[in-house]
């Protein structure tokens, strides 16, 4: 049974950590910045299959975490989960009513018990690929003060990513949707 969805998911900045989905280390899943990302970037097909994005994440903590997932989708487009080359779960099981970030929900995944240190997680899919937006890890156990993500080998996101645009561009500023790049902005980089 697919779990539910919900659109928004205040995280507790001292049990929970947010790797953006366009930060993977190996794959071949595109990056999307305008076409279909009107409230941030997300990944999904990009032309060849399966589409695969691996994160390796070092955990400061052993313990469980809850793995909730950021999408976009119009259909359902259920996607594999490995961790450290096990196959977990499905997740991204569940219509979020739009292909647009704008209409993206949080989908509580998996809960996982792991040891602290490195962790790979993979997503795997055979064809279209719903829009991943965010993966988001909420401890069991407070993180360790001072503690922050560090993944040198993560992909960066670099202005001017070539997507093709199909729906018009409307001026103006999206004032929700900056505020959740401001704010991820803080999160990754610190004031």
């Avoid at 259920?78 to 977990?88: E, F, N, Q, S």
């Avoid at 949080?106 to 040891?115: D, G, R, Y």
């Amino acid at each position: 049974e697919a779990p539910p969805i919900s659109p928004s998911c205040e995280a507790n900045p001292t049990h929970a950590f947010i790797i953006p989905a366009w930060a993977f280390d190996r794959g071949n899943a595109q990056t999307f910045t305008k076409e279909y990302a009107d409230a941030g970037p997300m990944i999904a097909y990009g032309g060849e299959s399966p589409v695969v994005a691996e994160y390796d994440i070092e955990f400061p903590t052993a313990t469980e975490y809850r793995l909730r997932v950021q999408y976009a989708a119009a259909e359902p487009r259920p996607v594999t989960l490995a961790v450290d080359g096990r196959v977990v779960t499905n997740i991204c099981r569940s219509v979020t009513g739009s292909w647009n970030t704008s209409g993206a929900g949080w989908e509580a995944s998996a809960l996982l018990p792991l040891t602290a240190g490195k962790h790979t997680f993979k997503l795997e899919r055979n064809g279209s690929f719903p829009h991943v937006m965010n993966l988001r890890f909420d401890s069991a156990l407070p993180l360790p003060a001072g503690w922050v993500v560090n993944r040198p080998t993560a992909r960066k996101l670099v202005a001017g990513i070539p997507t093709p645009t199909v729906t018009p561009h409307e001026p103006g500023v999206n004032l929700p949707a900056l505020r959740r790049a401001i704010e991820d902005l803080v999160r990754t980089y610190g004031d």
